[in-house]
């Protein structure tokens, strides 16, 4: 469908070809463009061919998170917590004769046939938004005036009134000898072998969940990082939880390692520590961070800041240093979250074309890490909370067995924790390590969001029997601490 400038695009700048050009077509992108089209605005957006594994002229509709990030790698953990269920059935009365095979060709042959669906579904979107799409990788000429380098090697040129970066971010390698023998989360949820023996380098989102996806399918994991628990930025104590659930279920830590170097042997990869240990791996996995995709941008040419890891500066409302040119998402380098990008796009539209100025709201955001039983969180950790706090932090604890386990005899316990203002009784944060902790924490998350107090939770009935119904029986006080004692940490 065809659009007309709008009218603050006409006269002197009407010779401009959209009123919104975005580049990206991620979470972010997809929903800057289409809601800004929402309003009326002319829009095209760019994005590079459709491929699993990104590079740097390959990509696709839906960006990180539909094609090589949370959707796959939320399919793979669905695939190896079934051998959990396999070993807990047992006690259920199922009688499993023999061994039960596993095709991993079959699981990544139906996580491929998913994200091409879900690409063209956001092809769909934009097309049926009004939105122009364009084929291939987009750089900034001017503060008007965006290039797009085609995948024949032609260069288009386009103006626009405003220009929406949302390119995202990239797996980023250690640098250390034989780095080219290991693989990012990229290439992790596209092999063509599952691999017997892994190593994992890093302890955050990424490391914990492919630890706990190899495991789950059988693998041999070692799990390597720098702190002394996995998982930093998070709650302590929780941390604590998922590293001795790691640990239930086979994986091996090694906290406080690094690795040194990487070889290629007829055994497979060798594996050096910084302790001076070898180990023997099929894959090695560096899940170490990742890096704003911000380089092939020509940024500095048009005044556009950046930070010293590439991250674009940009104000409260996600504005540049140059006026009409916008940043959403990981590109950004605030809270790198799909959801974080879907509001940030959002404000920006509704800021720009809505004539609805709001600044996204990043107090309270839920998030999820899917290793095997999961970890939920939202609000303040107990650290996070002592290190704000004007009053006493009352914590409140919850570790039980589910009633699932205590017929299957797994030894694994769900911890649930409140974090608590004494003065004003608001709950400040919440967390869970357990089965469903995702689906239970959205739930959660929209008490914070409003203002809910601990006698809220309280006053409030229960779903039994269901863990979920913890959060609201938690009577007992485990620690009331003072801020003026708050402990130092370097976990």
Known sequence: MARKMLKDGEGAEGSYDYD???????????????????????????????????SEWLGGHGGTCVIRGCVPKKILVYGASFRGEFEDSKQFGWEINGDVNYNWKKLLENKTQEIVRLNGIYKRILGNSGVTMIEGAGSIVDAHTVEVTQPDGSKQRHTTKHILIATGSRATRVNIPGKELAITSDEALSLEELPKRAVILGGGYIAVEFASIWRGLGAEVDLFYRKELPLRGFDDEMRTIVASNLEGRGIRLHPGTNLTELSKTADGIKVV??????????????????????????????????????????????????????????????????????????????????????????????????CIPPLSVVGLSEQEALEEAKNDILVYTSSFNPMKNSISKRQEKSVMKLVVDAETDKVLGAAMSGPDAAEIMQGIAVALKAGATKATFDSTVGIHPSAAEEFVTMRTLTRRVSPASKPKTNL
């Open 20 to 54: 919104l050009f975005v580049i990206g077509a991620g979470s972010g992108g997809v929903r800057g463009s289409r809601t800004s089209a929402g309003f009326g605005a002319k829009v095209a957006i760019c994005e590079l061919p459709f491929h699993p594994i990104s």
């Open 273 to 370: 520590t910084d302790k001076g240990d070898e180990l023997i791996a099929d894959v090695v996995l560096f899940a170490t961070g990742r890096a704003p995709n911000s380089n092939r941008l020509n940024l500095e040419a048009v005044g556009v800041e950046v930070d010293h890891v590439g991250a674009i500066k940009v104000d409260e409302y996600s504005r540049t240093s140059v006026p009409n040119i916008w940043a959403v998402g990981d590109v950004t380098n605030r809270i790198n979250l799909t959801p974080v990008a879907l509001m940030e796009a959002t404000c920006f539209s509704k800021t720009v074309f809505g004539g609805q100025p709001i600044k996204p709201d990043y107090k309270d955001v839920p998030c999820a890490v899917f």
